[in-house]
């Protein structure tokens, strides 16, 4: 799935857990997790960027641009480690990058920023760095600079509006790179066996397009990355996303 398709479907699965908009009688959202409406909109922006973090195994990959010479030196040295769709692509990196969001919003380091107050720097820099992919992944800010402007003003947003971060960050980093991982389990390529790294391969036998023979797996409805109905779905998604977003800040 291409960068800016998984960034949409972070923010929509999000969206679909924590929002609790509604049109009518159309409940646009779970509410599960009884976040402020600040939150929700924070949340949307990290779970999008999330949703681009097991591509730090490519070099060519959105994230890889984000940094300029840092990001594609990062991205390379762990192409190199592991290869593309490898370890970043597994419930065990899910899990890895869900507990790093969890420690960054738990270190105890704050800043009393001018205006802003007391500040958690972890959390804004969590925050800036993932608002940052996802607004360059979604083309919504282009150039080296502008992304990270961008961030650092969501970042100092969500200092402000949704201080309390270990609440929902967290949920949001890992839902967000498991979205990624659903989201290359629908294309043809597919991602690592489940239980990576212990993997089974198959026989010639039972070999398949949902079973490949390195082990990887897949269900391929989307076909190739990029495909006419990867389009078609993502598309559907932005238009949930944008009424969503829209319903929650105007209620």
């Not at 949340?43 to 990001?71: E, F, N, Q």
């Not at 290869?83 to 420690?103: K, N």
Request: one cysteine or more.
């Amino acid at each position: 799935m291409m960068g800016g398709h998984h960034a949409i479907s972070g923010a929509a699965a999000w969206l679909a857990l924590t929002g609790s908009a509604s049109i009518g009688d159309w409940t646009l959202g779970a509410g599960a997790l009884d976040l402020t409406g600040p939150e929700v909109l924070a949340g949307t922006v990290v779970a999008a960027g999330a949703a681009l973090l097991p591509d730090i195994d490519h070099p060519t990959a959105t994230i890889a641009r984000s940094a300029g010479a840092v990001s594609k030196l990062a991205t390379s040295a762990v192409s190199s480690a592991t290869g593309h769709r490898g370890a970043t692509h597994t419930l065990l990196a899910v899990v890895a990058f869900t507990l790093l969001g969890a420690v960054a919003t738990g270190l105890d380091w704050s800043w009393h920023a001018p205006v802003l107050g007391q500040v958690q720097v972890g959390a804004v820099i969590v925050v800036t760095v993932l608002c940052a992919f996802a607004v360059r992944a979604m083309q919504l800010a282009h150039g080296s600079l502008m992304p990270w402007l961008v961030g650092i003003a969501c970042g100092l947003l969500t200092a402000v509006a949704a201080p309390e971060t270990s609440a929902w960050l967290p949920v949001a980093i890992g839902l967000g790179a498991l979205l990624h991982l659903f989201g290359d389990l629908a294309t043809t390529d597919g991602i690592p066996f489940p239980t990576w790294p212990l993997v089974l391969k198959p026989s010639q036998r039972v070999e398949s397009a949902m079973w490949h023979a390195d082990g990887d797996i897949a269900v391929p409805f989307l076909g190739n990355a990029g495909s006419i109905r990867e389009w078609v779905l993502c598309g559907a998604l932005t238009l949930y996303v944008a009424v969503a977003i829209t319903t929650t800040i105007l209620p």
